[in-house]
T-cell receptor, first 112, second 115 residues
């Protein structure tokens, strides 16, 4: 069963804590993306990766970090420097930057 | 720079009526255009895309979109709306120039189908 999985579905962060959101795909896609979705603001690109061991900042990278050690995995860490992390986070993948993106089910991050 | 606009935050349509969700874009050269749908607390689902060829593109769930180069538009349409079509719809675009051009998403249009 191919697709993109994200975990956990809900995540709670305490003040000053780093948390990591998981994204895994078995579609053999080269490109992977992280987006943040806030009500009324659409999707905003946080980071993206075209190939393993390489990634670029998107429009709102401050307070976030990523790694791409394996083709199928692209975890996102929300650091304590991100002062307003409450949002719905979406991971996507595609064959290349110009190709159709396929999305995971999302992780909702809440601050305690 | 490429951009995409969805001029309506919300569209209300009675069940059984035709629906249109508007999208306009700005790119240098020929665009690649996409529509996605998002149901509550879910990821985006791909509906359809235009790359080249016939200006009328057919997609999933009975949706279609018409590419109009002179008006730089790519409106999403469906002949007869269903209550289950109620969702958030995103238009996306990318231009052909450069290997690093990314897909840009609009802010979304919330579609309400009234029973």
């Amino acid at each position: 069963d191919g697709g993109i999985t994200q975990s956990p579905k809900y995540l709670f962060r305490k003040e000053g804590q780093n948390v990591t959101l998981s994204c895994e795909q078995n579609l053999n896609h080269d490109a992977m993306y992280w987006y943040r979705q806030d009500p009324g603001q659409g999707l905003r690109l946080i980071y993206y990766s075209q190939i393993v061991n390489d990634f670029q900042k998107g429009d709102i990278a401050e307070g976030y970090s990523v790694s791409r050690e394996k083709k199928e995995s692209f975890p996102l860490t929300v650091t304590s420097a991100q002062k307003n992390p409450t949002a719905f986070y979406l991971c996507a993948s595609g064959r290349g930057l110009q190709e159709t993106q396929y999305f995971g089910p999302g992780t909702r991050l809440l601050v305690l | 720079a490429q951009s995409v606009a969805q001029p309506e935050d919300q569209v209300n349509v009675a069940e059984g009526n035709p629906l249109t969700v508007k999208c306009t874009y700005s790119v240098s050269g020929n665009p690649y255009l996409f529509w996605y749908v998002q149901y509550p607390n879910r990821g985006l689902q791909f509906l359809l895309k235009y790359i080249t060829g016939d200006n009328l593109v057919k997609g999933s769930y009975g949706f279609e979109a018409e590419f109009n180069k002179s008006q730089t538009s790519f409106h999403l349409k469906k002949p007869s709306a269903l209550v289950s079509d109620s969702a958030l719809y995103f238009c996306a675009v990318r231009g052909p120039s450069g290997r690093d051009d990314k897909i840009i998403f609009g802010k979304g249009t919330r579609l309400h189908i009234l029973p």
